[in-house]
């Protein structure tokens, strides 16, 4: 087998995601920086497009579009970081010897958030075993034993699976079967000691092949190309490492926003608390204020001034990255969300809005209060929309809740029990299990939220808001 490049990364999974983010990110440094690293490419489950790939050789174009600055743009890559790929459920040696590459360095995984996990059932004699962490533990063992226990041949393993503290998770899972599997103190030393493990923050919007619009993308490529991936043109990889790491992946020369950082939690937070904060305070207030989409949200003067101001004057102040560097990557969200290449519906986000405006949303709002002593509006307001959205109906029209069923019926009960406002909104904030507190002993929260809601019955969402800050205003 032919190859332009030595094997110094193996991958497990060959998804739109990763091709259209790590691949890319490896496509860069071999691009940019002469880093002559090919990857070999692991299917994870039984299905998948390793011999689509194979028959590629490994080749694909990505299309990134989106808006910088203000400024739609679209950008065609053709990748070829990917060497070769390899199905160990049919070619479970072939996968073994991917773990003698004697230039081998890194492994990277997307294998779902569900890919992270022990499986009892795994065995070191199966041929694969099931979970992801059983085929990593089945390689590095045969890396172990095939380098007679070398540490220079240890590997850094560098997960994107979407769940915090990804690396922590995969290295104990990995050690549980090391020692139910009997490997040995010398490769649990091995791993422990000559292998390093990585958390990760990924964030890059991948549509995948566009096969609604295919015609137009394949009129712009002179080959047959049943691989193509479209994404959108942000990128940020925040990896938990040090200088060390950094020397190894020298994305800092690309362009590309990779941050390799002591600690990834205040990006993480970052990302959380601002883009998809934001998502989840405009779902119910836009879709009240008869918006459909995302970019309909942020490109109307009332509602897209309302969740500029409420990031940049109510969420980025509470949080602790420096202010300047939290404004940029808030522009970049609002970019995001202009993207026009993207159609994001509001009623598609809104699954389970109870439990991410707790995790998403009301940290900001507490802390907001914590810092200054006051309640911040916008985010109050939000609060009074939500609350008011999982009534169910609004002017007539059916609201599209989306939430476990005890939750809607829950509140929906309450609202049919009661005529009075302040009754509803204790009833609903004071509910420990939503919240994970009891949130009328927050002071001021539930006078704010139904004077909140009583604006919104009376005069609709602009009008409502309008009246409500200036009841705070003549207030203070």
């Known amino acids: 087998m032919s190859r332009k490049r030595p094997i110094k990364i193996v991958q497990f999974g060959e998804g739109n995601f990763l091709r259209a983010f790590v691949d890319f990110a490896f496509h860069k440094l071999n691009t940019e920086l002469d880093f002559n690293a090919g990857i070999a490419v692991v299917q994870p489950i039984e299905k998948g497009l390793i011999d689509v790939l194979n028959e590629q050789d490994g080749q694909y174009a990505l299309f990134s579009k989106g808006v910088v600055n203000g400024i739609e743009v679209q950008e065609k890559y053709v990748i070829d970081s990917i060497e070769y790929a390899v199905n160990p459920y049919v070619d479970f040696e072939s996968f073994k010897k991917l773990a003698h590459e004697p230039e081998l360095q890194f492994v990277i995984s997307n294998t779902t958030e569900a890919g992270i996990a022990y499986n009892e059932d795994d065995a070191q004699e199966m041929a694969p075993p099931n979970s992801f962490p059983a085929k990593l533990t089945v390689f590095l063992y045969e890396r172990f034993k095939h380098f007679k226990g070398n540490k220079d041949k240890g590997l850094t393993i560098i997960p994107c699976e979407l769940i915090n503290t990804n690396a922590d998770a995969?290295?104990?899972?990995?050690?549980?079967?090391?020692?139910?599997?009997?490997?040995?103190?010398?490769f649990k030393n091995w791993v422990d000691r000559d292998c390093s493990f990585h958390n990760t923050l990924v964030d890059r919007i991948v549509p995948g092949y566009p096969k609604d619009d295919i015609l137009s993308y394949t009129q712009q490529l002179d080959y047959e190309d049943k691989l193509i991936v479209t994404s959108e043109e942000f990128f940020l990889w925040v990896i938990?490492?040090?200088?060390?790491l950094k020397k190894k992946l020298p994305f800092h020369k690309t362009g590309l926003d990779v941050k390799i950082v002591p600690n990834m939690q205040p990006y993480r937070t970052r990302k959380v608390r601002i883009l998809n904060g934001a998502h989840t305070v405009m779902v119910p207030f836009s879709l009240m204020y008869g918006n459909s989409t995302v970019k309909e949200t942020v490109d109307d003067k009332f509602t897209g001034k309302f969740v500029s101001d409420l990031i940049f004057d109510e969420i980025i102040p509470t949080?602790?990255?420096?202010?300047e560097e939290l404004e940029i990557f808030?522009?970049?969200?609002?970019?995001?969300?202009?993207?026009?290449?993207?159609?994001?519906?509001?009623?598609?986000?809104?699954l389970n809005s109870i439990s991410k405006f707790k995790v998403r949303v009301l940290p900001s709002l507490l802390q907001y209060q914590k810092n200054t002593g006051e309640l911040p509006p916008r985010l109050v307001f939000a609060f009074a929309c939500l609350l008011r959205f999982y009534k169910g109906d609004w002017k007539e029209k059916k609201l599209p809740v989306n939430d476990d069923e005890n939750v809607v019926s829950f509140i929906q009960n309450i609202w049919n029990s009661s005529s009075k406002i302040q009754a509803v909104v204790d009833a609903i904030i004071g509910e420990e299990s939503f919240w994970d507190q009891n949130l009328t002993k927050v002071a001021g929260l539930s006078q704010s939220l139904t004077l909140a809601m009583e604006h919104i019955e009376r005069n609709g969402i602009e009008e409502g808001f309008n009246a409500f800050c200036n009841h705070i205003k003549k207030q203070k």
Do not use: C, M
């Open 240 to 244: 938990e490492g040090d200088e060390t």
């Open 319 to 323: 949080l602790e990255l420096d202010k």
């Open 330 to 350: 808030a522009n970049a969200v609002l970019d995001r969300f202009r993207n026009p290449f993207i159609k994001h519906y509001l009623a598609s986000i809104a």
């Open 170 to 186: 995969l290295k104990k899972f990995i050690l549980q079967y090391s020692e139910a599997w009997q490997l040995g103190p010398d």
